[in-house]
């Protein structure tokens, strides 16, 4: 019964991150690329056998190119949607309080009445 508790909760994370990467394109891109990548690497060690691909070049390259992708791919899938722009709001919030300030300010020039009273 544990395991299939197990499977059931790794199913669950899962599905999420699944759906995303069938419908974002970009991060399909980088698993498709790094997944190239991992064959790559994977042919040239049948074929050179472990040793020699390790010290390769080629295989090199493709591991970087690979990790890259990943990274991409991680960093993609942990951004948040990105958040609705506030702009107007607080440009309205501002144009308010100028508003206020200038009526503010025009009636304290305008009063005609003096504090003090001047007698020489």
């Known amino acids: 019964m544990p395991t299939k508790m197990k ?3 790794m199913a669950e994370t899962l599905t999420p991150l699944v759906t ?22 994977y042919a040239k060690i049948q074929e050179d056998g472990p040793r020699k691909a390790a ?15 990943l990274k991409g791919a991680a960093a993609r899938l942990s951004d948040k949607p990105a958040k609705k722009s506030r702009k107007f709001g ?3 919030i501002g144009g308010a309080i100028a508003v206020a300030a200038a009526i503010g300010i025009k009636k304290v020039l305008s009063s005609d009445e003096d504090e003090f009273d001047y007698e020489p």
Request: proline residues 0%.
């Open 7 to 9: 499977t059931d909760k």
């Open 20 to 41: 995303r990467v069938a419908n974002d394109e970009e991060l399909r891109a980088h698993a498709k690329t790094a997944l190239d990548s991992a064959k790559t690497i």
């Open 55 to 69: 010290t390769s070049r080629a295989v090199t390259d493709e591991v970087m190119k690979a990790a890259g992708e």
């Open 90 to 92: 607080r440009l309205l």
